[in-house]
């Protein structure tokens, strides 16, 4: 081997234990900006991938590399970067235990004996699959409609796409609210899984709502009702149950649905579904994580036109933490131990305010995970998260 190629490989393989290190960090490191924390959402979920990478990484450090403090200095980045994966993976067993465990204690002993039978059978069998997150989560054709204008406020064309089953039939009704700080994204964010339940048995209705700063609370609110509307009155069109409706949301999306199913005028629900949402807004503005990579006051008053010390009462009636005062739908709680944009201590306060108002609610806590984790459809979160949520969906529609 040329002296060229020796210098080639060794530079190649120095730069692979960089890599797998530096990306392994993320699991465990805070992000401070924007573009780190797209790195600390994403390298939990693929930390299998990672694991592998720095497996390889570490052979070829031990095989190539000559020079014995380069190579002792190679392979201990990529001892580090495949311990981390390794504590990752190794506390996955436990952490499917505890969320069993919260389903039990949330839902009862015997909560999946109320599933149809024909239901439970084509939920995912395993909480984790380490083949599903090399190859991917099986999803097969549905019938996908997209554009459906349900409103217009003020001159703002507001559509949904709905995902339907592929036989003509009758579905519950899943109402999916995308997050984005109330500013930005679309309802065709995080199809797979709309896609995903479609094929279980559901009509998803995948919804939009005009966007903060141009549009401040309570426009966002009020498009969620406008959708809701809309979703009842073309229920058959749809092929809807809406006697068997539930709302989800992701984020600002999970605060909009909190919000919009615990209004003491709010049409009848079977259950919401909060991802990583927002609960009380003037204790997110009073606490905000650091370090605070999207600045979370900015964003609050975007959202709501000024400081808590301003709009107190706006901050309050925004917050869904406000409407716990008596028994409302049943409630699913799922945040990630390590998220920096909405921390998971502001969820589990909200857990213990549903229990003291009668309402059955469950709280899961991953954790590793980083806000939005679930953008990584078959990473390790969204398929834990994935598990106990279909379960959650059946039994509130079934029981």
Known sequence: MTGIWKVFLLTLVLLLSGIGLFLSAWIVLPAPTMFLLTLAVGAPEVCPWLLGFNAIAFLLSWLW??????KYLACLASFLGLLICGLEL???????????????????????DKIPVEIRT???????SLTDSFVGIHRNRTRHQTGIRFANPNGVPLSMEVYQPLKVGKYPALVVIYGGAWQRGNPSVNFEFNQYMALRGYTVFAINYRHAPQHRFPAQLEDVRAALDF????AVEYEADVEKMVLLGRSSGAHLAMLAAYQPDALPLRA?????GPVNLTEGYNDPPSPDPINIRRVLEAFLGGTPQEIPQKY???SPSHYVTRPL?????????RDRIVQSKFGRRMYQRLLKSNTTTVYLEIPWAEHAFDAVFN???NQLALYYTERFLAWALYR
Request: aromatic share 10%.
């Open 122 to 128: 084509e939920m995912r069998s395993h909480p984790f």
């Open 65 to 70: 590399i000559y020079r014995p403090r380069l």
């Open 272 to 276: 919401v579904i909060n991802y990583y």
């Open 231 to 234: 979703i009842r009155i073309h």
């Open 316 to 318: 309050e009636i925004a």
């Open 90 to 112: 190794a506390a996955i067993p436990q952490t499917q235990m505890k969320m069993s465990d919260a389903m039990v204690l949330g839902l009862g002993v015997n909560y999946l």
């Open 329 to 337: 739908p049943p409630t699913l709680l799922v945040y990630g131990a």
């Open 379 to 381: 990473g390790v979160s």
